[in-house]
């Protein structure tokens, strides 16, 4: 069993960064491979950006590749999503989610976060 909460959305400015960061609970954290995913107005919810269970292995969604930056402690029982040159396309609700096994665009995982929002103003 992993608990999810994520932290770092709010309000930006088209051109700025924000950092999303996942606190998970339990001692088998590192066992498992995570996720952000996003969730837009009237959009489907899609993976942003993955990492496998030892950091060795990262997707991220064409739309994203050059600008997001995903990252895993798994000392500290984290993940985080750096987001530069943020779009106001980039505006949704973004989720924290762990899974048992690594698969890049996949969105079927097994445990999530509560969502944080992020706004990208242009």
């Known amino acids: 069993q992993v608990q999810l909460v994520e932290s770092g959305g709010g309000l930006v400015q088209a051109g700025g960064s924000l950092r999303l960061s996942c606190a998970a609970s339990?001692?088998?954290?590192?066992?498992?491979?995570m996720g952000w995913l996003r969730q837009g107005p009237g959009k489907e919810r899609n993976v942003v950006a993955s990492?496998?269970?030892?950091?060795?292995?990262?997707y991220y969604a064409g739309s994203v590749k050059g600008r997001f930056t995903i990252s895993r402690d798994n000392a500290k029982n984290t993940v985080s999503l750096q987001m530069d040159s943020l779009k106001p396309e980039d505006t949704a609700v973004y989720y924290c989610?762990?899974?048992?096994?690594?698969?890049?665009?996949?969105?079927?995982?097994?445990?999530w976060g509560q969502g944080t929002q992020v706004t990208v103003s242009s």
């Open positions: 989610a762990a899974r048992s096994s690594f698969s890049g665009d996949d969105v079927k995982y097994d445990y």
């Open positions: 990492i496998s269970w030892s950091g060795g292995t990262r």
């Open positions: 339990g001692r088998t954290f590192r066992s498992y491979a």
